[in-house]
């Protein structure tokens, strides 16, 4: 068993546009997001968040997130949880 901590991370989520106008302001393009989870990885370029683990037999997936550490805004921690994973 291993502790994972149970954050949320505001993070502008990059964007693409695909035959649209030029913006005039691209900060305005990029829209802060909100993830809920449990941080999976860290490394000095990026934040892995999980947000929903399912275990199987022979497996386990999730549905995760990998954030660009310069695209966060704010992390907030909420404690920790114990997982085999």
């Known amino acids: 068993m ?3 901590k149970v954050i949320t991370v505001l993070w502008d989520d ?3 546009f695909d035959r649209s106008p ?3 302001n691209p900060d305005e393009a990029l ?5 809920i989870g449990f941080i999976y990885k ?9 947000s929903d683990l399912e275990s199987y037999v022979d497996r386990k997936d999730a549905s995760y997130v990998v954030i ?3 695209a966060i805004r704010s ?6 949880i114990k997982l085999n994973i």
């Open 68 to 70: 660009l550490r310069s």
């Open 2 to 4: 291993k502790e994972y």
């Open 42 to 50: 860290q490394t000095k370029k990026t934040l892995t968040v999980v």
């Open 75 to 80: 992390i907030k921690e909420y404690g920790t």
């Open 22 to 24: 030029l913006t005039k």
């Open 31 to 35: 829209k802060p997001t909100l993830t």
């Open 14 to 16: 990059h964007i693409a």
